[in-house]
């Protein structure tokens, strides 16, 4: 990973993560996928009680693989908002391609992130909201 084990995580090693999020979802390669997490991380992508966290290494990438998002039918854009010792918050948004009859889906996105002295991923936490569409009420 891209900063010292000792070191405090910073704005550009935090984008770097971010971007090889995107690729390994993209690419749903397992080893990119593991690649950016600890071996005992937390990934909580339902953040609620009865919500689901994956844990572990392995269960992360399980757990992204047993999505069948295809890597064409998404985009995804994230910023850093803030970043303070080994620990960060980003922003940004996702969209899923819809088709002629159904709208995309535009998902704005809160992501927590706590990073080990490696500079992978120990704790990540999603916090998501689905846009209205153009016909519902916002």
């Known amino acids: 990973m891209p900063w010292a084990y000792d070191d405090p995580v910073n704005r550009a090693d935090v984008v770097t993560w971010l971007d090889g999020y995107v690729d ?5 390669d397992p080893e990119q996928i593991g690649a950016l997490f600890t071996e005992d991380a937390l990934y909580r992508y339902r953040p609620y009680p009865g919500g689901r966290t ?11 693989l047993a999505h069948s998002d295809g890597p064409d ?21 996702t969209r899923y391609f819809g088709t ?39």
Not at 24 to 28: D, I, T
């Open 54 to 64: 994956l844990e572990g290494h392995q269960g992360i990438v399980q757990g992204w």
């Open 73 to 93: 039918d998404w985009e995804a854009s994230y910023q850093v908002f803030t970043v303070e010792g080994d620990r960060a918050v980003a922003v940004g948004t």
């Open 24 to 28: 390994a979802w993209r690419s749903r």
């Open 100 to 138: 002629d009859e159904v709208p995309d889906d535009v998902f704005h996105n809160c992501f927590l992130l706590r990073f080990g002295t490696d500079g992978r991923c120990a704790e990540f936490t999603e916090y998501w909201m689905l846009e209205p569409k153009e016909d519902e009420p916002g």
